[in-house]
């Protein structure tokens, strides 16, 4: 056997263990609960529990945990090793059913967002057949969802499960219009592009804002950067390269699709790409992924950096999310096929995306809400704040044409010609266009706004509860439609004449887009603080409310929790600022001050002729900047005072959005201009230069 295909899913409960090792009676039940939501007894559960313990123990596990999302954007587990003491003084080791299908964590240091007072400690993880358990570090992990003692959701995992429930319950509505009677499941399938940055650890050591914050706060930028476009794509550095390898291995054995790893545009920059997957696992793997890459580059002497915008004037990290739906039969509904124009249950579809897009433009703008982001967004690296979708010329024209009720030909023809005698292919409907925040790929969707750091539950959720909505409001109106075809034209063309506006193929970085977008009414919110109370808009309650995806009571909670979460972060920021300011750079800079005066005087001393002009002017002019850098370090310790004293929640984090975050920006400012007037042997930490290109 090859060495991916031996290593590949080793160790994993997955389908192939299972097969081999249940009963079938509780392999055919356990599958029925994967593939259509069943529920599952008790006695199966047992069964499948010893199953699985059997198996873990072969592989030298000697713990099980119960692993979940709480609301902190990790993972968490809290292990509890196989062992039961024997009668006879020794132990046997068990897992039961319940074990397997329960666990009680004490919730009380999770975030609950006021759901739960701290004294009702009670939380309960369920487990999730649909997603494989695992073996990590001697330890069998069980995918779990985590909820409240009374049922609210406290993770990530629940709202994306519900939500795939109700894509499913809506697209079969449809599908059974189109008489596709013989399709049981529809789910949601995705691909994460992952970025990061790979630097090395003993430089992080140096750097206080980069072990609190994840990123740097300070850095003049060096004299060279990624002007040049030669890291993407590049070749692969023999180190990066020796990371990559391990970290395919330990992925491909976790049952992980790892397949594409490349240079990303800024130096430092990397990507890796697993294939496709539903939804549910796709982002439980990469919970895992982001886990996993931080843990093997210890081995590398590297530190793997998930932060959206590690450094200021260099490219951040995205996480773009491929999004599509696949039936159980196997077909794509997002595939346009041969003839797109003639696909009517494709353009039904692409249509339902579209509403959904248009009409939720703030929850998608909600889904990728966090301080990181805010720093990437707009910033010509990444899509604008303004969500617009790009579906390409060819789709567009389609559309067009039903809108006004005009017959479609497609005027050109796709085969390519490259002028030389290549073997020859047909080129896609839609050509690439990397500034869009949410573009059609063919035959799926690219959201390109998600930061590299945060999980992708929350986009995926948003997008499957939306596109549910969309289905089933044309579920309702075709259901009672005597002419289906005619029907469904009808709702094609209404669906565009009035959504049309959220579609721009063209380039979302420029000025003119801003004011275009502007024109049309779409949203534009720039910041998460301007985001975040859209989440409990009353439309937004509406639609969770319909598809069982989180009450008020649990809209609230994770609002209260992003914002908490918002204010936090700053304020670690600002006082991570602070201390840099006035422990490292300040001490420095009067040490270099003194390297000058004593070298005047020194000239002096030699020579009364001898000039001091360029010590004194230095020095000057380090004295300013060292003295305003001062006074806006005390202007923040006063507004870290003032917001502190602010008790409202969406006025405290505005504070942080407007004040904090302007007045960090003119330290930084004042810092960075020492750093570049100080001598390098003086400043008191690694610069840019050494941060970017010494791996
Ligand atoms: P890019 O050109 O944007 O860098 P990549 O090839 O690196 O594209 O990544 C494309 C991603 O899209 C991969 O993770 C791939 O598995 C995923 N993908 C492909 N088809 C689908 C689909 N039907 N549903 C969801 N994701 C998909
Ligand atoms: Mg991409």
Known sequence: ?????????????????????????????????????????????????????????????????????????????????????????????????KELIKGE??????????IRATFEARGYTNWDPSSFAFIKEHTLCIPTAF????GEALDK????????EALNVQALRILKLFGQYEVKRVVSTIGAEQEYFLINKDLFDKRKDLIYCGRTLFGAKPPKNQELDDHY???IKPRVNAYMEELDEELWKLGIYVKTEHNEVAPSQHELAPVFTTSNIATDHNQMTMEIMKKVAANHGLVCLLHEKPFAGVNGSGKHVNWSLSTDTGENLLSPGKNPAGNLRFLL??????????????????????????????????????????????????????????????????TMNIGISLPQFKRDTTDRNRTSPFAFTGNKFEFRMPGSGASISC???????????????????????????????????????????????GNNYSEEWVAMADSRGLLNLKSAVDALPHFSKDKNLELFKTHCIFTEVEVRARQEIILREYCNILNIEALTMTDMVNKDILPAVSGYIKALTDTALGKKALSADL???????????????????????????NALIEVNAIEELFTTAEYYNKKVLSIMKEIRIAADTLETMTASSSWPFPAYGELLFSV
């Open 233 to 235: 794509f590049g070749a």
């Open 349 to 414: 579809f692409l249509c339902a995306v579209i509403k959904a897009v248009d009409e939720y433009q703030d929850l998608l703008r909600v889904s990728v809400a966090s301080p990181g982001n805010d720093h990437r967004l707009g910033g010509n690296e990444a899509p604008p704040a303004i969500i617009s979708m790009f579906i390409g010329e060819d789709l567009e024209n389609i559309l067009t044409a039903i809108e006004k009720g005009e017959a479609y030909t497609e005027t050109q023809d796709r």
């Open 157 to 164: 995992k629940t709202p994306l499960l519900r939500s795939m």
């Open 147 to 150: 909820c409240s003692y009374r």
């Open 459 to 505: 986009p995926s959720y948003m997008l499957n509860v939306t596109v549910a909505e969309s289905l089933r409001q044309f579920s309702d109106i075709l259901e009672s439609s005597k002419d289906m075809e005619a029907s469904v034209k009808e709702l094609i063309k209404g669906t565009v004449a009035k959504h049309k506006r959220i579609i721009f193929n």
């Open 1 to 97: 056997m090859d060495k991916i295909s031996s290593i590949f899913g080793s160790m994993v409960f997955n389908d192939t263990v299972m097969k081999e090792r249940l009963p079938k009676d509780t392999y055919k039940a356990l599958k029925k609960n994967m593939e259509e939501g069943t529920t599952l007894t008790r006695e199966v559960a047992n069964i499948v529990a010893n199953a699985m313990k059997n198996w873990a123990l072969e592989k030298g596990a000697t713990h099980f945990t119960h692993w979940f999302q709480p609301m902190t954007g990790i993972t968490a587990e809290k292990h509890d090793s196989f062992i039961t003491p024997s009668a006879d003084g020794g132990v046997i080791m068990e897992f039961s059913g």
């Open 611 to 637: 000039s001091c002009d360029l010590e004194k002017e230095l020095i000057g002019n380090l004295s300013s900047i060292s003295l305003s850098l001062h006074r806006s370090v005390q202007e923040l310790d």
């Open 105 to 114: 964590p004490d919730a009380s240091s999770f975030p609950s967002g006021g």
